[in-house]
């Protein structure tokens, strides 16, 4: 018997497979109202700090929950838990989360009708940016002190978010870093990025950033919610 | 780095292929590679190259398809390569602009060797 060579077209996205899969849960979490948040930044960058700030601001008002992934330790899990139900992923080494950590995760949660679920996803600017985590909003964490240049530098990254969030303002008075400038940088690449300055430990920010969570979730399930909404301004 | 863990998948794929088309061994796998793909070329091959020697198929080679990346005006339908990043129309300056290639890690073909039946007698 002898042999012969066939070439077979293909053409298809490596991730098409993960994507619709991420896809089918993203829609799992739409009919049961969660609205998923997934949060990258650098390492360091405040992530963590944004989403105790985002519970205490929140109080028993909005039911949401946390999951936290780091390479190791729960260190991050136990911060939070005082606020939310939270589970930590532990990678054991690579570099993000990816969707089959996630649903692990989500069984490990003691309920599943939650209004906000928050991925917190690896410090890590790059990898993270290739996996869809079946998230309704991905939020960019941009820290003063790692400097206004940094958004071009990750194109991917800010590209595939829909807003970005510049943390610890309190210490503009002490870094070279304009707020405009890594906005703008940033808006080079997505024009459509929502953006918003916090101090989580101030609390200056997070009321307009509750307040855009709140009108995301609102613009994509309806307005279902809105007599659950507590002003605190 | 994540190469590792999507060319894992990318030879999971190719192997699916093989079995599917009654393959004996692949010789050859092409991929498409963007600015926004999220993989880097070089990285890409390192991780094939580990992998691949522990496939069953361990002679075979990789082609990469390096492609800018393009994308098409909202506003005037221009069509374009972006460079730099920067997102904006060269004709009328929109940068409602969508990506139409180079924003993914893509298989385009994968090159088999498969049995050849022997011709009948006429």
Partial sequence: MTTTTRTIPVNRDVQAHRKQQAAEQRDAFTRRGTFVVNLVSSPGAGKTSLLEATARYWGNSRRMAVLVGDLATERDAERLRPYVPVEQLTTGGACHLELSLIQQGLQRLPDDDYEFLFIENIGNLVCPASHDLAEHLRVALLSTTEGDDKPGKYPKMFRTSQAIVVSKTDLLPHVPFSVDAAVADARQIQPDLAAFSVCASTGEGIADWCRYLDHERERLFGSHMAEQKVDRT | ?122
């Fill in chain 2, 1 to 122: 780095m994540h190469e590792v863990s999507l060319v894992q998948s990318l030879l999971n794929q190719v192997e699916r292929l093989r079995e599917a088309h009654g393959g004996t061994t692949v010789t050859r796998i092409e991929v498409e590679i963007g600015p926004l793909s999220g993989v880097e070329p070089v990285l890409v091959r390192e991780a094939f190259d580990l992998l691949v020697a522990d496939s069953d198929w361990p002679a075979a080679e990789l082609v990469i398809d390096e492609v800018p990346l393009s994308a098409r005006c909202k506003q005037c339908d221009a069509t374009f390569n972006i460079e730099s990043f920067r997102f904006e129309c060269p004709q009328c300056g929109s940068r409602a602009v969508n990506v139409t290639r180079g924003d993914q890690f893509r298989l385009l073909n994968v090159t088999l060797e498969t049995p050849q039946p022997m011709e009948s007698p006429a």
